[in-house]
């Protein structure tokens, strides 16, 4: 009876030492899901197969989701869904969390690898991105940027950030709001 009710016990104190290991419990889509706002970036991220991807990562992960103002002239480029996949991979910082990002100090940079292939990269950048902390000095514009690195010739697009939407625990996952979807380069029209 009492080693029946240990037993009771030390599988109970087990199953709690392992539920937080399994699998991260993040399910991006339904995060997403409560901001209207941004509805557009949240349905490609699942047509896209990329919200699947987010969920299945264990290792801090940053989404940097962009509001549906902000997606209109990647939807209005009628962008093949591989194409548009690799837009928004870049958006998907695979070894950052809102603390490591935090602590970067005023003024300076880092870079974070992102979910986008760089091996198959036909429009220029390295699937990095160079987060760039408001500095102190004149004209800045107080906000954090967020680049592609090694961006090509052409047309290449940056993103500010624009606010927190959504912080998990430290080592986890955070969703930042920013300005516009980034580009790596290439030209303008082309559906790359
Ligand atoms: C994630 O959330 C969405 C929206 O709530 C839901 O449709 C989907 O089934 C969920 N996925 C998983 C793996 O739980």
Redesign the pocket.
Known sequence: MAFSLAAKYASAVLLLLVLPCHGAAH?I??IL?AHPGLAEFTSLLASTGLAHDI?RRNAPITVLAVDNAGMAPLKARRMPRAAIRRRLSLHVLTDYDGVKLRSLPPGGSAVASTLFPASSSGAGGNGMVKIVMPGLGLGDEGRARFLPVGSGPGFWQAAFFVKSVYEEAPRDMSVFQVSAVMSAGGPRKATH
């Open positions: 399910n889509t339904a899901g969920n």
